[in-house]
């Protein structure tokens, strides 16, 4: 076990929630990268690949990643919802009453708020 451990975190990359945020957000990009020494990284780090986060040895390889196959499922991984807490819960039926309720009150008050708008024009 503690082998086969070492052999799938040996190549790990970060997680697709942590990716979203990085295409989200370029200060949590930065706040990624400062967390690593450039010289440890291939090509100094100035070849990055956001989607896989994934560092190249020069400009020439990552584009050749970024045609390929693997990059491309990533790509389209990402655009799928990611997974939440929420989510899990509305599949085994918990908090669906819950969010539509919140949901019909949501409804409520932008008619109230559209009702006083509409009294104060
Ligand atoms: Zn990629």
Not at 4 to 29: C, E, F, M, W
């Amino acid at each position: 076990m503690g082998a086969l451990r070492k052999i799938k975190t040996k190549r790990r990359t970060r997680d697709y929630d942590q990716v979203i945020a990085d295409v989200d957000s370029s200060r949590h990009l930065a706040q990624y990268k400062a967390s690593k020494d450039p010289e440890d990284l291939p090509g100094l780090g100035q070849h990055f690949c956001v989607e896989c986060s994934k560092w190249f040895e020069s400009d020439y390889n990552l584009k050749a990643h970024t045609k390929g196959k693997n990059h491309k499922r990533r790509v389209r991984l990402l655009q799928e919802e990611p997974h939440s807490q929420e989510l899990a819960e509305a599949a085994v039926g918990l908090g669906v009453v819950e969010n539509w309720r919140g949901h019909i009150k949501r409804a409520d008050n932008a008619a109230d708020k559209a009702d006083k708008m509409e009294m104060a024009a």
